[in-house]
């Protein structure tokens, strides 16, 4: 049964939220998917107004700007989680689920962007880490979201009163 | 001691290098021994070349250990557009870059002092202080080194050239038939090895000098801490009225040539295309994405912040309703 519990201090689930968690995962996985050498060579690129996609550089930049996005949703999320809706709803198992991989993603990703600066070096054997372990997180959590959306799961459930 | 190279530096630098250093036949200019630290860089001064290609050879010589020996025939490759880039009949190619040839002479015919003159000089990969090829690379094969050497791990590249297609020079050259991505989906994925010159790093890790410095008759090149080599640079540009290239371009690389002719003019004389780089003046190509690397700091705190204000703008709409 769906409970709708939105009043004036009580606020809903954060649909807007969700859509630009959503929005933001689509460009960060086009983008990263873009990181290898794949687009181009399975023609992606050659649809028109997908040129762009086999630009390492514009994929690359607009990776690094989807991230930047994600890391000041997640910081609002939770802020906004902790001083407005704990008190309306509980993170459900799959939210807590979704979180711990996607903060791997990120911790990944930000060993990522370190690595890449000047004058830091990381061993093969770190780097090469890092670049499968993000993929793979990334790839777990797009599994967990699948299931998720599947089973029909979320994130947030309303506490009764 | 060679001149440009301080003795401040070399006590600076340490000794660690010293006992590999002695064992090799030319040791690395006593600054260089052991700095870990420092980046290195060569100095290629363009007016000493003769163009005898002993730099050609002996890389080589040297090098003839690490040149791709592929498996024949080649896996069948989907979609049919992706090409195979074989250079295994084409070993003794030398007039330009290729799996198999890490360094050739370049040559321009040029007007200097109102006579015509040909320059040659040697040409392989820049070693960019920051290099796009290592930083994008999406396995990690492509890597820099502490002290400033780019190498791209054979065993781990997949052959994708996407470090050719980053790198603002066009450096590594493919061979198709070798490497990991054959154990892996050799048909779907991958398509090789990217090869391209390492500047002799197992040696200069040992204390001893690239092949084609210490081959060089002439001695074109020399190597040593890069502020070393960028001050003598600059003070040969001084001497000659020349002009020095590597200095800024892509944001600093580690190899420094100095010209007695404007680069504008050599990059119009050089012959260009596939594994022949031109000399064109080059923007940093990581410099927009570090700039948001720095801004993802922010980020976390900007998304606070708006928070801040949905509270702040909640909490003020909640007192209303309640008066």
């Not at chain 1, 606020?11 to 181009?40: E, H, N, S, W």
């Not at chain 2, 396995?139 to 002290?147: M, Y």
Request: hydrophobic share 40%; net charge positive; aromatic share 10%.
């Amino acid at each position: 049964m769906k409970t709708k519990i939105e009043t004036a201090t009580a606020p809903g689930r954060p649909k807007t939220l969700r859509r630009l968690y959503i929005l933001t995962f689509i460009v960060l996985a086009f983008t990263g998917f873009g990181q290898m050498p794949i687009f181009k060579r399975y023609g992606l690129s050659s649809i028109p107004g997908l040129g762009w996609s086999a630009n390492y550089y514009a994929t690359h930049y607009i990776h690094y700007l989807g991230a930047i996005f994600l890391i000041a949703l997640m910081a609002y999320t939770a802020a906004d989680f902790f001083a407005s809706r704990r008190k309306y709803f509980r993170l459900t198992k799959a939210g807590v689920l979704q979180i711990a991989l996607l903060s791997a993603v990120v911790a990944t990703g930000v060993f990522r962007v370190l690595k890449n600066l000047p004058d830091v070096v990381f061993s093969p054997g770190f780097t090469m880490f890092i670049d499968l372990s993000h993929l793979a997180f990334m790839m777990l959590y797009f599994l967990a979201a699948l299931f998720l959306l599947i089973t029909g799961r979320k994130w947030l459930s309303p506490i009764q009163r | 001691m060679e001149k440009g190279i301080s003795r401040r530096s070399f006590l600076k630098s340490g000794l660690a290098a010293a006992g590999a250093a002695a064992a090799s036949t030319v040791a690395l200019p006593e600054s260089v021994k052991g700095a870990k630290e420092t980046e290195l860089a060569t100095l290629i001064d363009i007016r000493k070349c003769i163009g005898c290609e002993a730099c050609v050879e002996a890389c080589r010589d040297v090098n003839a250990g690490k040149y791709p020996v592929p498996s024949k025939p080649y896996p069948k490759m989907y979609p049919s557009s992706v090409k195979v880039s074989d250079w295994s009949g084409k070993k003794d190619v030398t007039d330009r870059l290729t799996p198999y040839n890490w360094v050739f002479i370049q040559h321009a015919q040029v007007v200097l002092k109102g006579k015509k003159e040909e320059l040659t000089f040697p040409r392989r990969c820049m070693h960019c202080q920051n290099p796009p090829c290592a930083d994008l690379c999406p396995w990690g094969a492509a890597r820099k080194l502490d002290n400033g050497i780019s190498v791209i791990h054979p065993d781990i590249c997949l052959g994708g050239s996407k470090c050719k297609d980053v790198c603002p020079w066009k450096i590594p050259q493919r061979q198709t038939g070798v490497g990991l991505y054959l154990k892996i989906l050799p048909s779907l994925g991958g398509n090789g090895v990217m090869y391209k010159c390492d500047r002799c790093y197992e040696r200069v890790a040992k204390g001893e000098l690239p092949a084609c410095i210490e081959v060089c008759p002439e001695k074109v090149q020399k190597i040593g801490p890069r502020e070393e080599i960028l001050k003598e640079a600059k003070e040969i540009a001084r001497e000659i009225g020349g002009y020095i290239y590597g200095a800024d371009e892509n944001g600093g690389t580690n190899t420094i040539y100095v010209s007695p002719v404007p680069f504008e003019e050599l990059n119009k004389a050089i012959e260009k295309g596939d594994g022949k780089p031109h000399f064109k003046k080059v923007a940093d190509s990581m410099a927009h994405v570090d700039n948001l690397a720095k801004a993802m700091v922010i980020a976390p705190f900007a998304g606070l912040a708006a928070a801040a204000l949905k509270m702040v703008s909640f909490a003020s709409k909640e007192k209303e309703g309640g008066k």
